[in-house]
Protein backbone atom coordinates (compact mmCIF):
# COMPACT_ATOMS: atom_id res chain seq x y z
CA UNK A 1 0.00 0.00 0.00
CA UNK A 2 2.95 2.62 0.72
CA UNK A 3 4.14 2.20 -2.67
CA UNK A 4 1.21 1.88 -4.41
CA UNK A 5 0.23 5.82 -2.23
CA UNK A 6 3.74 7.28 -3.81
CA UNK A 7 2.94 5.93 -7.53
CA UNK A 8 -0.74 8.05 -6.76
CA UNK A 9 1.48 10.74 -6.00
CA UNK A 10 3.93 10.21 -8.42
CA UNK A 11 1.26 10.81 -11.07
CA UNK A 12 -0.28 13.95 -9.40
CA UNK A 13 2.70 15.42 -10.10
CA UNK A 14 2.98 14.43 -13.57
CA UNK A 15 -0.45 16.00 -14.57
CA UNK A 16 -1.63 18.93 -12.52
CA UNK A 17 -4.07 20.22 -15.21
CA UNK A 18 -6.78 17.58 -13.79
CA UNK A 19 -8.00 15.44 -12.02
CA UNK A 20 -6.40 11.58 -12.00
CA UNK A 21 -8.83 8.73 -12.60
CA UNK A 22 -8.28 7.13 -9.35
CA UNK A 23 -10.46 4.61 -10.49
CA UNK A 24 -8.42 3.29 -13.21
CA UNK A 25 -5.21 3.72 -11.24
CA UNK A 26 -6.63 1.78 -8.34
CA UNK A 27 -7.37 -1.72 -10.89
CA UNK A 28 -4.10 -1.32 -12.17
CA UNK A 29 -2.57 -1.55 -8.63
CA UNK A 30 -5.08 -3.79 -7.55
CA UNK A 31 -6.98 -2.32 -5.16
CA UNK A 32 -10.25 -0.43 -5.11
CA UNK A 33 -10.60 3.09 -5.18
CA UNK A 34 -12.58 3.30 -2.12
CA UNK A 35 -9.91 1.40 0.01
CA UNK A 36 -7.27 4.25 -2.06
CA UNK A 37 -9.17 7.07 -0.77
CA UNK A 38 -9.30 6.22 2.91
CA UNK A 39 -6.40 5.12 3.14
CA UNK A 40 -4.75 8.27 1.62
CA UNK A 41 -6.77 10.34 4.06
CA UNK A 42 -5.59 8.50 6.86
CA UNK A 43 -2.02 8.40 6.40
CA UNK A 44 -1.93 12.36 4.43
CA UNK A 45 -4.15 13.78 7.24
CA UNK A 46 -5.99 15.35 4.20
CA UNK A 47 -8.69 14.41 1.08
CA UNK A 48 -7.08 13.22 -2.03
CA UNK A 49 -9.13 15.68 -3.71
CA UNK A 50 -7.44 18.70 -1.18
CA UNK A 51 -4.15 17.21 -1.74
CA UNK A 52 -4.55 17.77 -5.53
CA UNK A 53 -5.79 21.00 -5.30
CA UNK A 54 -3.23 22.39 -2.80
CA UNK A 55 -0.30 20.75 -5.13
CA UNK A 56 -1.90 22.43 -8.13
CA UNK A 57 -2.37 25.55 -6.58
CA UNK A 58 1.05 25.22 -5.30
CA UNK A 59 2.67 24.74 -8.92
CA UNK A 60 1.15 27.42 -10.30
CA UNK A 61 1.85 30.13 -7.94
CA UNK A 62 5.53 28.72 -8.42
CA UNK A 63 4.84 29.81 -12.04
CA UNK A 64 3.48 33.10 -11.55
CA UNK A 65 6.42 34.07 -8.97
CA UNK A 66 8.52 32.74 -11.78
CA UNK A 67 7.53 35.73 -14.23
CA UNK A 68 4.65 33.76 -16.36
CA UNK A 69 3.87 36.19 -18.70
CA UNK A 70 -0.07 35.54 -18.33
CA UNK A 71 -2.26 34.21 -15.40
CA UNK A 72 -4.62 32.57 -18.66
CA UNK A 73 -1.90 30.64 -19.89
CA UNK A 74 -1.21 29.49 -16.37
CA UNK A 75 -5.15 28.97 -15.48
CA UNK A 76 -5.58 27.08 -18.47
CA UNK A 77 -1.94 24.95 -18.23
CA UNK A 78 -3.56 24.28 -14.65
CA UNK A 79 -7.11 22.77 -15.81
CA UNK A 80 -9.18 25.72 -15.64
CA UNK A 81 -11.15 27.35 -18.07
CA UNK A 82 -11.33 30.96 -17.16
CA UNK A 83 -9.22 33.41 -15.11
CA UNK A 84 -12.23 33.60 -12.49
CA UNK A 85 -12.30 29.97 -11.48
CA UNK A 86 -8.53 30.05 -11.32
CA UNK A 87 -8.34 32.97 -9.23
CA UNK A 88 -11.24 31.62 -6.69
CA UNK A 89 -9.29 27.93 -6.47
CA UNK A 90 -5.92 30.45 -6.09
CA UNK A 91 -7.33 32.53 -3.32
CA UNK A 92 -8.53 29.69 -1.35
CA UNK A 93 -5.34 27.66 -1.19
CA UNK A 94 -3.00 30.77 -0.58
CA UNK A 95 -4.98 33.60 0.83
CA UNK A 96 -4.18 36.07 -2.27
CA UNK A 97 -5.00 36.52 -5.61
CA UNK A 98 -2.60 35.26 -8.82
CA UNK A 99 -2.33 38.92 -9.51
CA UNK A 100 -0.91 39.46 -6.03
CA UNK A 101 1.48 36.48 -6.07
CA UNK A 102 2.43 37.34 -9.26
CA UNK A 103 3.32 41.14 -8.45
CA UNK A 104 4.91 40.80 -4.59
CA UNK A 105 5.59 36.84 -4.87
CA UNK A 106 3.70 36.16 -1.68
CA UNK A 107 2.86 35.46 1.12
CA UNK A 108 2.22 31.55 -0.33
CA UNK A 109 0.59 28.71 1.28
CA UNK A 110 2.65 25.83 -0.16
CA UNK A 111 1.99 21.92 0.15
CA UNK A 112 5.16 19.98 0.15
CA UNK A 113 5.00 17.19 -2.66
CA UNK A 114 4.01 13.98 -0.30
CA UNK A 115 6.11 10.86 0.18
CA UNK A 116 4.72 8.15 2.32
CA UNK A 117 7.30 6.07 4.38
CA UNK A 118 6.79 3.05 6.23
CA UNK A 119 7.84 3.33 9.94
CA UNK A 120 8.51 0.28 12.14
CA UNK A 121 5.55 0.44 14.01
CA UNK A 122 3.27 -2.22 16.10
CA UNK A 123 5.31 -3.27 18.94
CA UNK A 124 1.67 -3.47 20.92
CA UNK A 125 -0.59 -6.16 19.22
CA UNK A 126 -3.68 -5.57 17.61
CA UNK A 127 -6.28 -7.46 19.13
CA UNK A 128 -8.80 -7.97 15.85
CA UNK A 129 -11.04 -11.01 14.21
CA UNK A 130 -12.50 -11.29 11.23
CA UNK A 131 -16.04 -12.51 11.15
CA UNK A 132 -18.00 -13.20 8.43
CA UNK A 133 -22.24 -11.35 8.60
CA UNK A 134 -25.13 -12.20 6.95
CA UNK A 135 -27.33 -9.39 5.47
CA UNK A 136 -28.38 -7.15 8.52
CA UNK A 137 -30.50 -4.15 8.93
CA UNK A 138 -29.58 -1.50 11.42
CA UNK A 139 -32.14 0.19 12.58
CA UNK A 140 -32.57 2.81 15.21
CA UNK A 141 -32.92 7.10 15.41
CA UNK A 142 -30.57 8.69 12.75
CA UNK A 143 -29.05 12.08 12.33
CA UNK A 144 -26.89 14.13 10.29
CA UNK A 145 -23.87 15.45 12.22
CA UNK A 146 -20.73 16.46 11.16
CA UNK A 147 -17.65 14.60 10.87
CA UNK A 148 -14.90 15.30 13.82
CA UNK A 149 -11.46 13.22 13.49
CA UNK A 150 -10.68 14.25 17.55
CA UNK A 151 -12.54 14.95 20.81
CA UNK A 152 -16.34 14.09 21.64
CA UNK A 153 -18.85 14.97 18.90
CA UNK A 154 -21.33 17.66 20.41
CA UNK A 155 -23.70 16.62 17.85
CA UNK A 156 -23.62 12.91 18.44
CA UNK A 157 -24.12 13.75 22.48
CA UNK A 158 -26.66 15.56 21.89
CA UNK A 159 -28.86 13.26 19.83
CA UNK A 160 -28.12 10.33 22.19
CA UNK A 161 -29.50 12.62 25.30
CA UNK A 162 -32.48 13.16 23.19
CA UNK A 163 -33.47 9.71 23.54
CA UNK A 164 -35.89 8.82 26.36
CA UNK A 165 -34.08 5.79 28.58
CA UNK A 166 -37.06 3.65 27.91
CA UNK A 167 -36.25 3.78 24.44
CA UNK A 168 -32.97 2.29 24.86
CA UNK A 169 -34.70 -0.47 26.80
CA UNK A 170 -36.61 -1.03 23.93
CA UNK A 171 -34.10 -0.86 21.18
CA UNK A 172 -32.30 -3.35 23.05
CA UNK A 173 -35.19 -6.07 23.44
CA UNK A 174 -35.42 -5.23 19.27
CA UNK A 175 -31.81 -6.42 18.77
CA UNK A 176 -31.57 -10.04 17.42
CA UNK A 177 -28.74 -10.46 15.86
CA UNK A 178 -25.06 -9.56 15.84
CA UNK A 179 -23.63 -7.23 16.60
CA UNK A 180 -25.54 -7.50 19.73
CA UNK A 181 -26.78 -4.78 22.37
CA UNK A 182 -26.80 -1.11 21.13
CA UNK A 183 -24.32 0.01 18.25
CA UNK A 184 -22.95 3.24 16.96
CA UNK A 185 -22.84 3.26 13.58
CA UNK A 186 -21.74 6.06 10.71
CA UNK A 187 -22.88 5.40 7.41
CA UNK A 188 -23.11 7.73 4.05
CA UNK A 189 -19.24 9.28 4.73
CA UNK A 190 -17.43 9.41 0.81
CA UNK A 191 -14.02 7.60 1.34
CA UNK A 192 -11.93 11.22 1.36
CA UNK A 193 -14.38 13.16 3.31
CA UNK A 194 -12.54 16.24 4.94
CA UNK A 195 -13.59 17.11 8.49
CA UNK A 196 -16.65 19.05 8.95
CA UNK A 197 -18.76 16.95 6.25
CA UNK A 198 -22.11 16.06 7.30
CA UNK A 199 -22.35 11.98 7.46
CA UNK A 200 -25.35 10.03 8.64
CA UNK A 201 -25.10 8.54 12.56
CA UNK A 202 -27.42 6.22 13.75
CA UNK A 203 -27.81 4.80 17.14
CA UNK A 204 -29.50 1.63 17.03
CA UNK A 205 -28.90 -1.92 16.86
CA UNK A 206 -28.94 -5.03 14.23
CA UNK A 207 -31.64 -7.22 13.44
CA UNK A 208 -32.11 -9.51 10.86
CA UNK A 209 -33.29 -8.88 7.36
CA UNK A 210 -36.65 -10.53 7.97
CA UNK A 211 -37.37 -8.59 10.96
CA UNK A 212 -40.15 -5.97 11.11
CA UNK A 213 -38.80 -2.42 11.16
CA UNK A 214 -40.76 -0.52 13.36
CA UNK A 215 -42.24 2.62 11.53
CA UNK A 216 -40.62 4.86 13.84
CA UNK A 217 -37.37 4.21 13.36
CA UNK A 218 -34.57 4.61 10.79
CA UNK A 219 -33.25 1.71 8.74
CA UNK A 220 -30.02 0.74 7.33
CA UNK A 221 -29.78 -2.57 5.15
CA UNK A 222 -26.05 -3.56 5.46
CA UNK A 223 -24.45 -6.31 3.07
CA UNK A 224 -23.25 -9.31 3.63
CA UNK A 225 -19.59 -10.30 3.75
CA UNK A 226 -16.51 -10.30 6.32
CA UNK A 227 -15.79 -7.67 8.69
CA UNK A 228 -12.54 -6.76 11.23
CA UNK A 229 -13.36 -6.42 14.83
CA UNK A 230 -10.70 -4.80 16.60
CA UNK A 231 -11.66 -4.89 20.57
CA UNK A 232 -9.98 -2.04 22.72
CA UNK A 233 -10.39 -0.34 25.86
CA UNK A 234 -9.28 2.66 27.24
CA UNK A 235 -9.77 6.65 27.62
CA UNK A 236 -12.63 7.80 25.48
CA UNK A 237 -12.77 9.18 22.80
CA UNK A 238 -9.02 8.81 22.80
CA UNK A 239 -8.46 5.26 22.40
CA UNK A 240 -10.94 4.88 19.38
CA UNK A 241 -10.08 7.80 17.65
CA UNK A 242 -6.19 6.08 17.96
CA UNK A 243 -7.47 2.68 16.99
CA UNK A 244 -8.96 4.53 14.01
CA UNK A 245 -5.50 5.90 12.99
CA UNK A 246 -3.63 2.68 13.71
CA UNK A 247 -6.23 0.47 11.34
CA UNK A 248 -4.52 2.58 8.69
CA UNK A 249 -1.06 3.03 9.79
CA UNK A 250 -0.20 -0.89 11.20
CA UNK A 251 -3.29 -3.51 10.62
CA UNK A 252 -4.27 -2.88 6.59
CA UNK A 253 -0.73 -2.20 5.22
CA UNK A 254 0.09 -5.33 6.95
CA UNK A 255 -2.79 -7.85 6.22
CA UNK A 256 -4.48 -9.05 3.25
CA UNK A 257 -7.50 -7.25 3.78
CA UNK A 258 -9.07 -3.75 2.37
CA UNK A 259 -11.91 -1.46 3.35
CA UNK A 260 -15.11 -2.37 1.45
CA UNK A 261 -18.18 0.45 1.22
CA UNK A 262 -20.34 -0.03 4.17
CA UNK A 263 -20.92 1.77 7.47
CA UNK A 264 -18.76 1.70 10.65
CA UNK A 265 -20.13 -0.08 13.80
CA UNK A 266 -19.06 1.27 17.10
CA UNK A 267 -20.12 -1.51 19.81
CA UNK A 268 -19.59 -0.04 23.43
CA UNK A 269 -18.98 -3.51 25.72
CA UNK A 270 -18.87 -0.94 28.81
CA UNK A 271 -18.19 2.57 30.07
CA UNK A 272 -16.60 3.14 33.22
CA UNK A 273 -16.46 6.90 33.98
CA UNK A 274 -14.62 8.94 30.86
CA UNK A 275 -13.13 5.02 29.62
CA UNK A 276 -14.46 2.44 27.56
CA UNK A 277 -14.54 -0.95 26.25
CA UNK A 278 -15.60 -1.44 22.90
CA UNK A 279 -15.57 -3.16 19.49
CA UNK A 280 -14.81 -1.03 15.97
CA UNK A 281 -16.37 -3.18 12.96
CA UNK A 282 -15.33 -1.83 10.10
CA UNK A 283 -16.40 -4.04 6.86
CA UNK A 284 -13.57 -5.30 4.41
CA UNK A 285 -12.63 -7.69 1.67
CA UNK A 286 -9.78 -9.58 0.73
CA UNK A 287 -7.43 -7.68 -0.99
Not at 86 to 107: E, K, L, S
Request: cysteine-free; charged content about 20%; proline content about 9%.
Amino acid sequence: MIGTLNALVDLIEHDTAGEPDVAAFARRHGTTEYHLRRMFSALAGMPLSEYVRRRRMTVAAAELTAGAPSILDVAVRHGYGSTEAFGRAFRAVHGIGPADARRDGGPLRTQPMLRFRLSVEGSAPMHVTITPLPELVLAGHAARVPLLHTGVNPRIQEHIAAIPPEEHARLKELSDAEPGGILAVTADVEPDAPEGTELTYLHGVALLPTTPVPDDLDALRVDAGPWAVFSADGPFPETLQNLWAATATEWFPSNPWRLRPGPSIVRYREFTGSSAAFELWLPVESA
